[in-house]
């Protein structure tokens, strides 16, 4: 049994704090809401989250940071990626040397074009820091469905510590050392699946949809190599997995959004009737500046940021895909 805290209590800190208590370990779970976690120590479910998910009486809510992560075997970041770097920084003086922390978060900071991992070894140099991603909508884990996730780090002993601790019959853990293409897998893919979204509120088709995910796949691969990234990873879950999850399910916050400036919401209302942060507005621009940073073709990127940020129509954005210039499918194959 390991003693583990999980720092944020939205739908995935909680989703995995079930995970983690049903494999038979002590969890204590902290968010900075008061309300959150009088609620969550009442009622034992996050009501507006995920409703209906019983939670075991022995997981430990509490607004106390430093009871969260003082002593643990290993601390599991999941706050929303544009409070990681604030939520690091106040955990980093309770985090001894060599304490592992997981990572959950998917997103590029805008202003540094950091992701998620860099943040946390910058804010907490003397903590080992590892990533778990994948197809994995929170809703889904809480309702105990079978999923699959990978988890990389700098060593393969702490991927596979990790690996130990939240692998059981119903969530399948793999492991790797790539921990860049892992982070830029699961941050890009959600700005591509504001794209998928857009194109169903507009009411088109599946044809639409699986020429965003086909291309989307291909924008994120040529930055994520550019980058130093694997193509093993971008091909696998945290890379093709995420992406076609997001940009097809119901539960995708990133994918709702989309659909609702499909209809003609602007991008602030979006998020305002989603109530959750949906990571890839956050992300849009960071992809665009690694895009120009790294010398690298991302028009879909191009047209969501268009779109976002600059008041462009999403049906026009769609057309301006489309009208593009022609050119092969794939750039390196010989008649």
């Avoid at 003397?126 to 884990?141: C, F, I, M, N, R």
């Avoid at 959750?276 to 047209?303: F, N, R, T, W």
């Amino acid at each position: 049994m390991a003693e583990i805290g999980v720092i944020g209590a939205g739908s995935w800190g909680t989703a995995l704090s079930l995970v983690l208590s049903n494999n038979g370990h002590r969890v204590t779970v902290w968010s900075i809401l008061e309300d959150e976690i009088e609620m969550l120590c009442r009622e034992r479910e996050h009501l507006e989250k995920l409703p209906g998910v019983a939670l075991p009486a022995d997981i430990i809510f509490t607004t106390d940071l430093a009871c969260t992560v003082w002593g643990k075997d290993m601390l599991v970041l999941a706050v929303p990626s544009p409070f990681t770097r604030s939520t690091a920084r106040n955990m980093a003086p309770f985090v001894e040397n060599g304490q592992l922390i997981v990572s959950v978060a998917k997103g590029i900071e805008e202003n540094t074009l950091m992701i998620q991992t860099q943040i946390v070894e910058q804010e907490i140099p003397q903590a080992e820091v590892a990533v778990l991603s994948g197809p994995s909508h929170a809703e889904e884990v809480g309702r105990g469905l079978p999923t699959t996730v990978v988890v990389g780090a700098q060593s393969r002993a702490a991927a596979e510590q990790v690996q130990a601790l939240f692998m059981n019959e119903v969530f399948r853990v793999y492991t790797s050392p790539d921990m860049l293409g892992i982070e830029l897998g699961g941050s890009l893919k959600n700005v591509i699946a504001l794209a998928a979204g857009m194109a169903d509120g507009l009411g088109f088709g599946d044809n639409t949809k699986a020429a965003l995910i086909t291309r989307g796949i291909a924008e994120i691969a040529r930055l994520a190599l550019a980058m130093g990234a694997r193509y093993e990873t971008i091909s696998g879950l945290s890379g093709i997995g995420d992406l076609i999850v997001t940009c097809a399910s119901m539960h995708s916050r990133n994918r709702r959004a989309g659909m609702l400036i499909g209809q003609g919401y602007t991008m602030e209302e979006a998020m305002d009737e989603v109530r959750m942060v949906v990571e890839g507005v956050y992300s849009a621009k960071a992809a665009a500046a690694l895009a120009d940073q790294y010398g690298v073709d991302m028009p879909i990127v191009e047209q969501v940021c268009r779109v976002l940020f600059e008041g462009q129509s999403a049906k026009d954005g769609v057309y301006e895909l489309m009208l593009r210039e022609k050119k092969p499918e794939s750039g390196d194959q010989d008649w």
